[in-house]
């Protein structure tokens, strides 16, 4: 297993040397020391260490915390913040820059070898995290059916760009909206508002499937027959985390079965008068087909 590669940033050199003989004492190597916030910035594009630790109090004008958001800007990198100040303003400045941890001066060795463990396996977690939501955005973005998703309280999260086009809302508007407000079903027939699925999957915690006869009315009142099915989001522990429907623009689909039927309607009456023709024969001259 390579070991990982940390950045010290610290202005006073007995201080950086101590904390690079410890670093490579639990086994890290360290690629470089800066002792201010424009080196430090250049040695983290330079090196790519795996963690920066940054003092906050740095010579030339610009501090660690600053040196930290340039850092940040550029590269995804967990940074580890020791200072010997405390006071609440440093605290509230540093929190803006998202440190994984923060350490006091004087601190003591196992302090500094947990401190950086836990913010090594936190930035690779974060980092699966991120990358697993990506593949699953990617996927979800890249599927021809319109999705939808709503967390607990029915708010829209999500829409790709097929549930976009169908239902005529952005995701940038959709958000936060109520699903019902999104996704409008009526009855074909009868017009009234069809229960929305995702309120029964809500409720049932199980896979919904739609009826035939419902209709999305979209944003700009254009309608569209449509198939759906909702299901609920469960997480690990099988705690409701919210609902997804799939559905899909089944209008011409209906329109060649209403086409179907109406044709086999007519071949039905033409059956049935032929067999009125063959079984009472009008008389010489006349056509019960015509007209």
């Keep these: 297993m390579t070991p990982a590669r940390i950045l010290i940033v610290e202005d006073e050199s007995l201080v950086a040397a101590d904390l690079q003989e410890r670093l490579q ?7 470089a020391i800066a002792d201010n916030a424009t080196d430090a910035v250049a040695r983290a594009l330079e090196c790519q260490p ?3 630790l940054m003092d906050i109090q740095l010579k030339g004008g610009t501090d660690g915390v600053a040196a930290a958001a340039r850092i940040r800007d550029q590269r995804d990198l967990p940074v580890l913040y020791l200072t010997a100040h405390s006071d609440p303003d440093t605290l509230r400045r540093a929190r803006v820059t998202e440190p994984f941890a923060y350490l006091v001066k004087p601190f003591e060795e196992h302090e500094l070898r947990a401190s950086i463990e836990m913010a090594l396996y936190r930035h690779q977690a974060e980092s699966r ?4 939501a990506h593949w699953l955005t990617s996927l979800l973005y890249s599927i021809d059916d319109p999705i939808l998703a709503a967390n607990t309280e029915g708010r829209v999260l999500f829409l790709n760009p097929a549930a976009e086009l169908l239902t005529g809302w952005p995701l940038a508007d959709a958000l936060g909206k ?3 407000e999104v996704l409008r079903l009526v009855n074909e027939r009868t017009r009234e508002p069809i229960e929305n699925p995702l309120k029964e999957a809500y409720l049932e915690t199980v896979v919904m499937h739609l009826a035939d006869d419902s209709v999305l009315v979209a944003r700009n ?4 027959h449509i198939d759906y099915t909702a299901s ?7 705690k409701m985390m919210g609902a997804v429907v799939a559905f899909r623009d089944v209008t011409q689909r209906k329109l060649a079965e209403r086409g179907l039927m109406e044709l086999n309607q007519r071949l039905q009456s033409t059956n049935e008068q032929f067999k009125t023709l063959f079984t009472h024969p ?10």
């Excluded at 009142?221 to 569209?224: D, L, Q, T």
């Excluded at 609920?232 to 099988?238: H, I, N, V, Y």
């Excluded at 009008?282 to 007209?291: A, I, K, Q, S, V």
């Design 282 to 291: 009008p008389p010489f001259g006349e056509c019960p087909l015509d007209g």
């Design 232 to 238: 609920p989001l469960l997480g690990e522990s099988g």
């Design 25 to 31: 004492h639990f086994g890290y190597t360290v690629p």
């Design 50 to 52: 795996d963690l920066v």
């Design 178 to 180: 109520f699903y019902s």
């Design 221 to 224: 009142g254009s309608e569209a």
């Design 129 to 132: 995290l991120r990358q697993i």
